[in-house]
């Protein structure tokens, strides 16, 4: 129903004799904003407020009164009032005794106060039911109508039917009310706005850092040495071809680094002999962003793929291609088939796509829709079977494009290896000890353990 | 559970004993239908129909009775009857007193009549708990199963533990219900169905005015110009040549098309020192199909993109390069490589990856389900910074690519500039303005009245 | 609030004291998984075991007792113990009288029993209110607090009171509960953890059989024979060239198959005069599994898409390109363009381009959360419309690719076609039924029996 917006947005005076009054604490921003919808859905609105003459911020067909006056002409009141001034709500209990009060505060830091403002403002009004909704929606967004993003109101409250009342409300504003418990939910949802995609901090740090070391080190190797020793001018090489060097190199390591830990932890738990022992911070927090590496990983492979696609395009690597073509043609000889050349070139380009496609495939199950319609074993089979695969296929790619250069001279420059290689130092380790891991010697305990047992109980009394 | 639907379309004898009877008021398509269903999901069905004998058409295992002795046997009705009818169930008032009516009736036009059909059928039938559902599901899809696409029923109505009943029939019929909340949704619910992309309907007429104008322009340009002055036929250039031409123009144009409302909201905010007031209609209008416009901006950049790297397999870019390598070959001479030209392309190429890698993330980011995982804060973000960031490299990928021709002749065919030139207009306007507001002077004031302030309280008393 | 699992690993002794203590029957995995973890989110914990005394495995926390203790210091009480054990709870009727038992139980094999766990739970105990939940979770993931995939866990009950508490319980430890209604959804919940892409068995193994039979024909034609008769070892095409055969001839004839069955349908209704009776079994099966299909021949086209583009990069590729341009050189003359030649190559791309390009939005448009945001006739159009007009495209591109080699005797080495000309036979035939059935000669009759209306109702009486 979200395409019906524009609908919402005018006026509905047809249907504002049905809707019940909604009461608003507070004539500031967000009250007033939430007031203009409110009676833009056909609400009537009241606000209660200190000083009771009208501003012209108010919404023309709203009725300004006391805070006592207007709390009774509603049953809804909504608090847009910060929590620091919720204490001139004490004096108010009686009349606020069954009404439903809903809080619709924000902090300015996550976890700012011991208890959530929801909380809080129920301890104050005993005899309220307080409802926490619409802290997730910004006023400019509410004003505008723009409300593209997240059309999603969390609400949680421990009175079923005031909950209901106010998803009613949330559902007449176009938004999308979520059901999200008891009051107890009310801490999280405080500190949901203030994220700024917390997981994907780890990730993105360490990219940075791969991105500028890979770089340095390209750079040396591929524009100052032979700017040095042949004195040739390669710096175009930085727009394409050194971009194009980092970014497999980036995705092949963070692919590696999404299932590293899950070998440390079936390592950790092998030595220990159990699992209820808890995996170390890092470690826990390491497997807690696998996802979000593993989708960076993917956005440094499609990179890659694009920049490699555009390969043909280039005018450096056109002039390559024909000025061999016009010096064989000058030296009057025509080079036979190199048939192994045809079947490394192909194959190592083949086992790239495979690896992408399944790359991609992982992807779009990651897709938060797409795994909600997955059950666990499904999950596991694509993520983990499918995963493998991947890392196989992507390690075997850049081993099979390599493989001529392992022991050639001409790969050390200033006796640094190729960049590549050092990118094929985690894959493989984690595909050598993952395929040591399936020798039934060490999956037959590390299962058992997996399913509760224990090789020490030692802390039994 | 989507994928179980196999399961629900066989018979289940061994439930049938649990369900409560269903009462189907109509023995039309959809009322037939919807009966077949129930049955197969193990609900006893009784319909009620003027003529009780039993036609071909109802399925066997139910029940045909009248009206009043059909409405007697069950606690739920739906009635399958178009709105026009609802008048003879003013008489059975009595009988259906405290029963569930399920409105299920849809219209042939948006808004067709003042009221909701569910809103209406609950004035008839005052003592009833009417409740909407089922409108959205089309009968044929019923029958055949093929539910492949929405199985959302939207449900509404303003008794919960008789919503409650209608959601529960909704679920063991393999759909999905959503509750939408109190009767006061009918309405919405009732147009839904009717809809046809009301919100692309804007982007893709003017997309198909652009492609109409910049398709004659690089035609005159392209094809006949040459063919007028030099005699050459170059009509297979519509195939990719233009195409590829259009693609990219309407991409740039488009995306900044997403961003130019938001600057030209600012500028009246500024102008008119409050953000209390409306802003013209069809600003609104704009800012509402922002994100169609960007998807479809983002359909036209793939397909550049595609166009582009297909340009190596082209016949006619291989004859082109193998003629002009063989001409050198013949003149006896190697082209020494242009830093500057390998610098110029690699850059461009490099610039319109990113910014394609960052479009096709936003274009990522507007899909429902990830939208609703991320915050305000996130979406704004992501929306808006990587948004401009989008911009500007597409932006400076064009600029990049043209740059070489801006001034010089040949790029003016009969007075009309190459097509790209036209396509950099909007673009930099938007960059500039955008700009031009970054700085202090323009955005402390922006800012101030985007919380609230205003300049001139001019409508106070 | 996906994000915020990390708080909720960490353990809320600042909570603790407002949670209700929850019960849990049986001391197994994941019973012990299931109250470390309501331990972490601030629950205390009963355990109720036969026997008493604490082992090292039962979170520290958590008290153990006697079933009867246990059972009535909670209002909740988990079920974690087998189905083949639940009888021990006949005697224990009285003190459950009244609590929320929940459910978590699992089978081994789909419909493994006549009656879901949960309603042979109910019968044992029919003074107790049974919820079932969390059997979709895995105990190791909630354990190591790995929760990537399916946070949804599926609630249902016959008590609204009772499924709220539990839904309250599963949001606290950071899931996502969905109601699905009373406990008859047991069955279907149960079977859910036991599926393994029930959908995708049969498009996936049709593909397989497909490449086989593919792989080998194009093995013979292009591998074989040229071994044979010029003795040329062209086994290098395995890895690009024959795939990047096989795959666009099971893109095709997939995606044939998934409109296949539509006019197979409307064959089948048009024959026999009605749509009240069911198709036969293996089409009902058929156009269950079309999505799949078609995402299946996405999948194929794809790839089809990687290794065509990675074609200028080919070693093989340019060693044929390079020495055709060297021999002109060396034989002094200059090709000049056909225009046929461009003109065929440059349409057969653009064909490709825009079927992949209206392809991939099908695809799109297929995902959960985006189909779910489009009503049934915006669908329809996206589905059919669109769906055709890939179809039409795509084998319009095959046709157009290999239009001079039909009648070439060259094409038939062995009396084999081309392989591409097979793949034409499937969508040709669907495309021309599908023309023959728009004729009004049959499309009418046709709208009118999905309409409800019947030829010859000879089953009435």
């Known amino acids: 129903m979200n395409k019906n917006s524009s609908n919402i947005m005018a006026l509905a005076p047809n249907t504002s004799n049905k809707r019940e009054t909604v009461c608003i604490f507070g004539t500031g921003d967000f009250g007033r904003a939430l007031g203009h919808k409110l009676i833009q859905s056909g609400y009537p609105v009241v606000f209660g407020s200190r000083s009771t003459q009208t501003s012209s911020l108010i919404p023309k067909d709203a009725e300004v009164l006391s805070h006592a006056e207007a709390a009774q002409k509603a049953a809804i009141i909504i608090i847009a009032i910060q929590r620091q001034h919720y204490n001139f709500l004490t004096p108010l209990a009686e009349i606020l005794r069954g009404k439903v009060l809903v809080d619709i505060s924000n902090n300015l830091k996550i976890n700012q106060y011991p208890e959530s403002n929801a909380e809080y403002l129920a301890q104050l009004v005993p005899g309220a039911k307080v409802v926490k909704a619409f802290n997730t929606v910004s006023a400019w967004a509410l004003q505008s109508g723009t409300l593209d993003a997240s059309r999603q109101v969390f609400v949680c409250g421990d009175d079923m039917e005031a909950k209901q009342m ?29 994220q700024l995609f917390p997981m994907w901090k780890f990730p993105i740090l360490l990219s940075l850092g791969l991105i500028a070391f890979f770089f340095f080190y390209c750079l040396i190797r591929d524009v100052i040495y032979p700017y040095v020793y042949e004195n040739k001018d390669y710096s175009f090489f930085i727009a394409i071809s050194i971009t194009n060097r980092i970014c497999p190199i980036l995705a092949l390591i963070l692919l590696a680094l999404v299932y590293l830990p899950g070998v440390l932890a079936a390592i950790i738990q092998l030595y220990r002999g159990t699992k209820y022992r808890r995996f170390p911070d890092w470690l826990d927090k390491w497997m807690l962003c696998r996802k979000q590496l593993g989708l960076v990983a993917l956005a440094f492979a499609s990179l890659h793929v694009l920049y490699t696609l555009v390969n043909p395009i280039r005018s450096f690597v056109r002039w390559r291609i024909s000025s061999q073509t016009v010096s064989q043609a000058l030296n009057n000889k025509t080079e036979p088939l190199n048939t192994t050349n045809a079947w490394l070139s192909d194959s190592y380009l083949a086992l790239g796509i495979l690896g992408f496609f399944l790359f991609v495939l992982l992807g779009i199950t990651s897709l938060p829709s797409v795994s909600n319609n997955v059950n666990w074993r499904e999950f596991r089979f694509v993520q983990s079977k499918l995963g493998y695969l991947t890392l ?14 392992f022991l050639s001279p001409s790969s050390y420059r200033w006796y640094l290896p190729r960049a590549y290689m050092l990118s094929l130092i985690i894959p493989c380790t984690v595909l050598v000890i993952k395929f040591v891991l399936i020798f039934p010697c060490l999956d037959r305990p590390l299962t058992r353990i997996r399913q509760g047992w224990e090789r020490n109980p030692q802390y039994s009394e």
């Not at 196989?392 to 250069?405: I, M, N, P, S």
Request: proline share 5%; with cysteine; aromatic share 6%.
């Open 166 to 194: 106010v998803m009613d409300i949330v559902r007449a504003l176009g938004l999308t009310p979520l059901d999200q418990g008891s009051l107890l939910a009310a801490q999280e949802i405080e500190n949901y706005p203030l």
């Open 392 to 405: 196989v296929l992507c390690t075997a790619h850049t081993l099979v494009y390599g493989g001529k250069w």
